[in-house]
């Protein structure tokens, strides 16, 4: 059967393939699912320190404060 996800092959050092192998067993859900899982949090926390880095900016300029309209465009 055909999946419309995309695979990716990956090398893992020993240490992290035991790390993902005890995660996947503990939350009894399958490697793959929890491999994916971990990359999607980790793409948020990447994501959400990019965020941060943009308004700190933004905080630490003179031009002044956003408008509700212009912070959401």
Same mark, same amino acid.
């Given at each position: 059967?055909? %999946?419309?996800? @995309? $695979?990716? /092959?990956?090398?893992?050092? =020993?240490? &992290?393939? /035991?790390? &993902? !192998?005890?995660?996947?067993?503990?939350?009894? !859900? =399958?490697?793959? %699912? *929890?491999?994916?899982?971990?990359? $999607?949090?980790?793409?948020?926390?990447?994501?959400?320190?990019? &965020?941060? $880095?943009?308004? %700190? /900016?933004?905080? *630490? %300029?003179?031009?002044? @404060? &956003?408008?509700?309209?212009?912070?959401?465009?």
């Amino acid at each position: 059967m055909a %999946t419309a996800k @995309k $695979r990716l /092959n990956i090398s893992l050092a =020993p240490d &992290l393939d /035991n790390a &993902l !192998v005890g995660l996947a067993r503990r939350d009894s !859900v =399958p490697l793959a %699912t *929890k491999a994916a899982e971990l990359l $999607r949090v980790g793409l948020e926390v990447e994501e959400d320190v990019i &965020l941060d $880095r943009i308004a %700190t /900016n933004r905080y *630490k %300029t003179s031009e002044g @404060k &956003l408008s509700h309209d212009e912070m959401w465009r």
